[in-house]
Nanobody
Framework: QVRLVESGGGLVQPGGSLRLSCAVS????????IGWFRQAPGKEREGVSC????????DYSDSVKGRFTISRDNTRNTVYLQMNSLKPEDTAVYYC????????????????WGQGTQVTVSS
């Protein structure tokens, strides 16, 4: 059974930082692309960042580029999202997801999802 568990969310002031983790069990991440997504109340889910199986290439949405950094540790089967210079508009539930197509590039089809972790940016 594939299980993704996000952690690291919480309440932070504008300008602050958080580091999200996505721990995966039942599926080896080596060779697979992982993405982070978020959904704010009343808004559609959006892709935030991904790290591909191909040479670890990364991609970011324009709204987080330069502030967020995605990384992966295949030995720990975990993916991270370092979020700096947080803004109120970053408030959302953040999800990690796996594209189960081996060697895929970013923004393909994501079939395995975690339950999400809440990030709230507010003073």
């Amino acid at each position: 059974q594939v299980r993704l568990v996000e952690s690291g969310g919480g309440l932070v002031q504008p300008g602050g930082s958080l580091r999200l983790s996505c721990a995966v069990s039942g599926f080896s991440l080596d060779g697979y692309t992982i993405g982070w997504f978020r959904q704010a109340p009343g808004k559609e889910r959006e892709g935030v960042s991904c790290i591909s199986a191909v040479e670890g290439n990364t991609d970011y949405s324009d709204s987080v580029k330069g502030r967020f950094t995605i990384s992966r540790d295949n030995t720990r089967n975990t993916v991270y999202l370092q979020m700096n210079s947080l803004k109120p508009e970053d408030t959302a539930v953040y999800y990690c997801a796996i594209d189960p197509t081996y060697g895929s590039k970013c923004w393909g089809r994501y079939d395995y999802w975690g339950q999400g972790t809440q990030v709230t940016v507010s003073s």
